[in-house]
């Protein structure tokens, strides 16, 4: 079974390389979302937002204050509990290395990938924010927040659907309290969750200044 999903995987990706015309996308990301894209994809990193991950809130808080948030230096988290690197920035914002060995190596891949950020060329993603039975007022205030993001290419994935969030994607099956992410199997199709969404056509968009489709 675990040969047929990566075959299946495998097949996915060909097919989405073929077609993808952006080949030097900036993708911002609140997780690994933007990493394993890039991986997917076969493209350079062009974000610092690599293997690496920021809570709901502080990464709202952060894209709010974009500008100031890159223009400040980082510096280590030396009380931090996790057993990798965690950055504090602009507002306090931390950011938890999840895929690095050390803070120096952390920092270090940091400040390069920032050098290639492409503002022309650049979308906002958000993941793992709604789960099944649990829309509560401060989920559907930081959706709020997020629509409101000064980006033209900005994107959440949701498991429900949320027809006032003009930038909502809902993966259908996706139901993020078990525990499973974006790039794990559906059980019934025997894709990707995030495979139920146009991504290579969201990332074409991005140096377009029509709107992209969102829903599904």
């Known amino acids: 079974m675990t040969k047929l999903k990566d075959l299946r995987k495998l097949f996915i990706d060909r097919?989405?390389?073929k077609r993808l015309t952006n080949r030097t996308p900036t993708l911002i990301s609140s997780n690994c979302t933007a990493g394993v894209l890039y991986h997917c994809l076969g493209?350079?990193?062009?974000?610092?937002?690599?293997?690496?991950?920021?809570?709901?809130?502080?990464?709202?808080t952060a894209m709010e204050n974009f500008d100031d948030f890159l223009a400040t230096p980082l510096t280590r988290d030396t009380e931090s509990p996790k057993p990798y690197p965690v950055g504090i920035g602009f507002k306090g914002v931390r950011i938890y290395f999840l895929h690095y060995s050390?803070?120096?190596?952390?920092?270090?891949k940091w400040e390069e990938r920032k050098k290639r950020i492409d503002r022309d060329n650049m979308a906002i993603m958000l993941t793992n924010l709604a789960t099944p039975g649990a829309e509560s007022s401060d989920e559907n205030s930081l959706l709020r927040r997020f629509e409101a993001l000064p980006f033209p290419h900005k994107i959440v994935f949701t498991s429900q659907k949320h027809p006032e969030i003009k930038c909502a994607a809902r993966l259908p099956?996706?139901?993020?309290?078990?525990?499973?992410?974006?790039?794990?199997?559906?059980?019934?199709?025997?894709?990707?969750?995030?495979d139920s969404y146009d991504y290579v056509g969201f990332i074409n968009s991005l140096t377009k200044t029509s709107p992209h489709s969102y829903k599904d």
Request: charged letters at 30%; glycine letters at 4%.
């Open 102 to 108: 050390s803070w120096e190596e952390a920092i270090h």
């Open 15 to 17: 097919r989405n390389r």
């Open 43 to 60: 493209l350079e990193f062009r974000s610092p937002f690599i293997n690496l991950w920021l809570t709901n809130d502080d990464f709202v």
């Open 173 to 194: 099956g996706w139901k993020p309290a078990t525990g499973r992410n974006v790039f794990d199997t559906h059980r019934l199709r025997r894709d990707r969750y995030i």
